[in-house]
């Protein structure tokens, strides 16, 4: 909307000008005003685009109305037209252009000429104030840019500099006004470069180059160098110049390529001793490692041995922690930068004592291993006190990470070997069905619970189709539909049929999942479980099948790390524990605290149904983390075996079949073995209807409150599975009543042997009086106060055991 405001005391000469104006100019708005003052007030609130005012006014004449809205800052750049049919002569014209008027208009108007002449004044008024915005927008742009910039005139005088330019340079503007760029800024190797630049911009064309310029006190800097004529209306009439400091990136880019270099080393080269060499010789490119040596510290002997050591004046092999540089950055978990004075200071106060050759400067930093140290990588100087900084030990931070990498990785080739027995183990030995299968559906490998379960070998098998070979026609379709699922990357759970080799049909439960190997999926394995038994006792009593625990077992190795195959095997540790679901429809009233040490755990809990026997245990496998995971999916599979196929529901019996079946698992009977692992048992058997419960034990009590009072019922002090010195290993029962209202507690021994930070244990004493003062609480309550006391005891220190408490309101 373009405004005017029209200032004239004849209100006639108001009304017809203003009819003029809105019947002439779209989108117009028209003010006015019977006085000097008033219109003055008028034009500093609306700002309009131009001012129509008159000379002849009684209160203020128009001369000193344009004078006054010339020198304010708000209006001086609005266009004014003076109009008047008095004054017409020369001279009043002159006076009202020198007191800022743009143009003169003689009464009586003329409408056509009124209408040009305003239109022309809101031409200038738009264009004025595009020019003050572009004059701003530069100014603004050019005194707070990040580069320097230098306007020069066409002999390469300087015309202009901005803030950065002085900041790079040294150089104020008085300084070096009107002064020839190259004399002050090129140096003199760099002069024939830069005249020759300079005559290509000269001609028209414009440059950018990397080179070196010198700064007011000699220095020489690195720069990028743009340079660019300046054209007026088409015509050259100087240059500007854009000069960046480069030289943080050229640091950058020199620091950047050795670090690529060291982390491509770690990945590429095998051997640790070659690699430290290798890292050594590409970091004296950056940094000075004229002695550079690798400590690494053995928590046992309590040693520090140096397996790699570059050094002027003295030769370690290995030493005592004591108070060294070494052990103090061991200590602390934290970078040093030795200076003299710092080392004056920890020698002082007790922190160090020195050993060896007086370095003038020390720099060393940890050497961490999934945020523990294992040692210090450092380097140190006796000449130079400062050889290094701050900005040294980012560097030298990066390169431990590096050192710390690559030592993973040997640990982890080494357990990897191991990992791999367990898991053949695991595969071979499992009494579930487990096969190995390919993204084309094409079976790759079956165990021996496969063949005893459909009668198919390995050797039958290999190459064919699973879905051909055990998915009866009428459901073929939804079989391969669910092949085609986990080929696409799902994890699938699902009870269904399958025919065996003879064409019997059987129940299954079967979970599928696929197999990552660094991002791509290279197979599927699947778990089959015969059901058909629990399918023919639950299809009478309950209308829902409860799902099956999904198990993920998903193998991501990378360099054959072996996180991936600890993750992989708490998948299938997760799939065997006893649905939450399940438990809670039967239980009503219970918590469970179950805190694996490791990523899987050698404890486990577990439950069944059988009628109105209610059977829960808590089993602590020799072991923690894999092994002790290998072993908890043979107990599962053992006990669910026991109870839910063979209906044995006695509780010492269950042992007793428990135990031989671990020792015949892991072919412990027939001395083929060195592994004697076993459980820890405190298993219960509640039969609500008889108000009745029968506890057997293998090296575990089970722990019962009533009436304020608690009891402890030991178990037999006697494993599952290992060494079986005496004929038959027997397990005896012991029988109570249920008081309504009363708890009881089944646990492994992790809880009461986790210590504090000062070596204590829980203790067993601890953890019954904590059961007995906080027995009448809500189950919730229960857990949380147990967590939080166990939390509070631990203060930090790492969980020593996996940890399984289960409580049960009878």
Request: net charge neutral; glycine share 8%; with cysteine.
């Given at each position: 909307m373009k405004k005017i405001l029209v200032i004239d005391d004849q209100i006639e000469s108001l009304v017809a000008i203003k009819d003029v104006l809105t019947s002439q100019i779209s989108e117009c708005e028209v003010f006015t005003a019977q006085s000097g003052p008033e219109g003055i007030k008028i034009a500093k609130k609306e700002l309009p685009d131009t001012i129509l005012l008159d000379i002849k006014m009684p209160e203020m004449d128009g001369f000193e109305v344009c004078k006054r809205l010339k020198t304010d800052?708000?209006?001086?750049?609005?266009?004014?037209?003076?109009?008047?049919?008095?004054?017409?002569?020369?001279?009043?014209?002159?006076k009202a252009l020198n007191l800022g008027a743009d143009a003169f208009l003689t009464k009586p108007l003329d409408a056509s000429k009124l209408i040009a002449q305003v239109n022309v004044m809101i031409r200038i008024k738009k264009s004025n104030r595009e020019l003050q915005k572009q004059r701003n927008y530069f100014e603004a742009l050019f005194n707070s840019a990040p580069a320097a910039i230098v306007s020069l005139d066409m002999n390469q005088n300087i015309l202009d500099i901005n803030p950065q330019f002085e900041s790079i340079f040294g150089y104020s503007l008085n300084e070096i006004k009107g002064k020839n760029i190259d004399k002050y800024i090129v140096p003199k190797d760099k002069l024939s470069e830069a005249i020759k630049i300079t005559e290509?911009?000269?001609?028209?064309?414009?440059?950018?180059?990397?080179?070196?310029?010198?700064?007011?006190?000699?220095?020489?800097?690195?720069?990028?160098?743009?340079?660019?004529?300046?054209?007026?209306?088409?015509?050259?009439?100087?240059?500007?110049?854009?000069?960046?400091?480069?030289?943080?990136?050229?640091?950058?880019?020199?620091?950047?390529?050795?670090?690529?270099?060291?982390?491509?080393?770690?990945?590429?080269?095998?051997?640790?001793?070659?690699?430290?060499?290798?890292?050594?010789?590409?970091?004296?490119?950056?940094?000075?490692?004229?002695?550079?040596?690798?400590?690494?510290?053995?928590?046992?002997?309590?040693?520090?041995?140096?397996?790699?050591?570059?050094?002027?004046?003295?030769?370690?092999?290995?030493?005592?922690?004591?108070?060294?540089?070494?052990?103090?950055?061991?200590?602390?978990?934290?970078?040093?930068?030795?200076?003299?004075?710092?080392?004056?200071?920890?020698?002082?106060?007790?922190?160090?004592?020195?050993?060896?050759?007086?370095?003038?400067?020390?720099?060393?930093?940890?050497?961490?291993?999934?945020?523990?140290?294992?040692?210090?990588?450092?380097?140190?100087?006796?000449?130079?006190?400062?050889?290094?900084?701050?900005?040294?030990?980012?560097?030298?931070?990066?390169?431990?990470?590096?050192?710390?990498?690559?030592?993973?990785r040997k640990k982890a080739e080494k357990t990897l070997q191991i990992e791999k027995a367990y898991f053949e183990q695991l595969f071979e030995s499992s009494p579930e069905a487990i096969v190995l299968v390919d993204n084309n559906s094409k079976l790759l490998k079956v165990n021996k619970g496969f063949t005893k379960m459909f009668g198919y070998t390995q050797d039958e098998v290999a190459r064919k189709s699973i879905d051909d070979l055990i998915a009866p026609?009428?459901?073929?379709?939804?079989?391969?539909?669910?092949?085609?699922?986990?080929?696409?990357?799902?994890?699938?759970?699902?009870?269904?049929?399958?025919?065996?080799?003879?064409?019997?049909?059987?129940?299954?439960?079967?979970?599928?999942?696929?197999?990552?190997?660094?991002?791509?999926?290279?197979?599927?394995?699947?778990i089959y479980r015969d059901i058909t038994e629990r399918k023919r006792a639950e299809e009478e009593r309950e209308k829902l099948i409860k799902k099956l625990t999904e198990a993920k077992m998903i193998i991501e190795e990378k360099n054959e790390n072996i996180i991936s195959s600890i993750r992989y095997a708490k998948r299938i540790q997760k799939a065997i524990l006893p649905v939450e679901k399940r438990m809670s429809a039967v239980l009503k009233d219970y918590f469970i605290i179950f805190k694996p040490r490791d990523i899987v755990s050698g404890d486990f809990y577990w439950f069944s149904k059988f009628d109105d026997r209610i059977f829960v245990a808590a089993i602590d496998c020799t072991g923690h983390g894999v092994p002790g995971a290998f072993m908890s999916m043979i107990g599962n599979s053992l006990l669910n075996k026991?109870?839910?196929?063979?209906?044995?529901?006695?509780?010492?019996?269950?042992?007793?079949?428990?135990?031989?079946?671990?020792?015949?698992?892991?072919?412990?009977?027939?001395?083929?073995?060195?592994?004697?692992?076993?459980?820890?048992?405190?298993?219960?058997?509640?039969?609500?209807?008889?108000?009745?419960?029968?506890?057997?034990?293998?090296?575990?009590?089970?722990?019962?409150?009533?009436?304020?009072?608690?009891?402890?019922?030991?178990?037999?002090?006697?494993?599952?599975?290992?060494?079986?010195?005496?004929?038959?290993?027997?397990?005896k029962n012991k029988e109570f009543t249920i008081l309504k209202g009363s708890m009881l507690y089944l646990t492994t021994d992790g809880f009461a042997d986790q210590s504090n930070p000062n070596g204590d244990k829980f203790g067993s004493k601890r953890l019954k009086k904590l059961l007995l003062n906080i027995h009448k609480y809500s189950l919730h309550k229960q857990e949380k106060a147990l967590t939080k006391d166990l939390d509070s005891f631990q203060d930090g220190e790492p969980q020593r055991d996996d940890i399984l408490v289960m409580g049960i309101r009878l």
């Open positions: 800052e708000i209006t001086k750049n609005i266009p004014i037209i003076i109009e008047t049919g008095i004054y017409t002569d020369s001279e009043t014209h002159i290509k911009v000269l001609q028209g064309e414009t440059s950018k180059t990397e080179s070196i310029r010198k700064r007011k006190d000699g220095s020489l800097v690195p720069v990028t160098i743009g340079l660019a004529p300046i054209l007026v209306e088409g015509k050259q009439v100087g240059l500007y110049g854009i000069y960046r400091d480069i030289t943080e990136r050229k640091r950058g880019e020199q620091i950047q390529s050795v670090l690529y270099n060291i982390a491509n080393a770690v990945h590429t080269t095998k051997e640790i001793d070659e690699l430290l060499s290798l890292i050594r010789d590409y970091l004296s490119t950056i940094i000075d490692t004229t002695n550079f040596y690798v400590a690494l510290y053995d928590k046992k002997t309590n040693t520090i041995s140096l397996p790699y050591d570059v050094d002027e004046k003295d030769k370690f092999t290995s030493f005592p922690v004591g108070k060294t540089f070494t052990s103090y950055v061991i200590r602390t978990e934290k970078p040093l930068l030795a200076t003299g004075e710092v080392q004056n200071n920890l020698v002082k106060s007790g922190e160090v004592e020195l050993i060896g050759t007086p370095a003038k400067v020390w720099l060393g930093v940890p050497l961490k291993l999934r945020d523990e140290v294992i040692g210090v990588v450092a380097v140190q100087s006796y000449t130079d006190a400062s050889l290094y900084t701050e900005k040294d030990v980012k560097i030298l931070e990066f390169v431990s990470a590096q050192i710390a990498t690559a030592i993973e026609g009428t459901i073929h379709n939804e079989a391969s539909r669910l092949t085609k699922d986990v080929a696409k990357g799902k994890d699938i759970a699902i009870e269904t049929m399958r025919r065996c080799k003879n064409g019997n049909l059987i129940n299954v439960s079967i979970l599928g999942t696929p197999i990552n190997i660094e991002g791509g999926q290279i197979a599927v394995y699947g026991i109870v839910n196929e063979n209906k044995i529901f006695n509780p010492a019996k269950i042992l007793e079949q428990l135990h031989n079946g671990v020792r015949l698992s892991l072919k412990q009977e027939m001395g083929e073995t060195d592994t004697f692992d076993g459980m820890d048992v405190c298993l219960c058997m509640i039969e609500k209807n008889r108000n009745k419960i029968t506890f057997a034990g293998a090296k575990r009590p089970l722990y019962y409150i009533r009436n304020s009072e608690l009891i402890e019922f030991k178990g037999d002090r006697k494993p599952i599975g290992g060494r079986q010195r005496e004929v038959k290993r027997i397990f």
